[in-house]
């Protein structure tokens, strides 16, 4: 009967130290308040396809801050200041995507490329890809995506052919609007 007791207690601290260890593990984005996000682009944006390369120099992003503790995090980012495939002038449409703080993006709509006179396009539909990373910085949250195994179509010629070998770098850092922080809890 002893060892029975014995037993007992080693499982239920084994069961206590599983479920700590799965609560600690859960990583999540914070905020100080609910409210608004914004964000802008620190380093230069580069997906990368069978056509080559679109860069874009601004990235402006904002969404709402729904809970001060979640796992999920949804922004509209607005690109600019895009060439693509040696276009200077093209346009992207805008970017709704939801970032986990697991790493996955989820992007949400389909987004267009449009090289000005190039006359071909690019389109990426709705996927979820991997991997984004996430590290604090005074208050606020860089956003560091490594991408890859983008989907995407494209119409040829200068656009290049379609493939699912698209790749997306460059980092962001979002803040709350009004003050107060958000960060990434690991």
Known sequence: MHKLKKLGVVIAVFALSAIGAASASAAQFTA???GSITGKATATQVFTTNGGQVK???????????????AEQTVEVKVSGCTAFGFVNTHVTP?????TASGEVHLENTV?????????????????????GYSNNAGKVKVTPNVTGITYTST???????GANGTLTGTNEVERVGGGSVSFDP
Do not use: R, W, Y
Request: net charge positive.
């Open 32 to 34: 100080s308040a609910t």
């Open 112 to 132: 267009t490329i449009t090289p000005t006179g190039a006359g071909c396009t690019q389109s990426v539909a709705p996927q979820t890809v991997k991997s984004t």
């Open 56 to 70: 874009c120099s601004v990235a402006a992003s904002s969404g709402t801050i729904k809970s001060t503790a979640t």
């Open 156 to 162: 040829g010629g200068l656009c290049g052919s379609s």
């Open 95 to 99: 970017i709704q995507v939801n970032f």
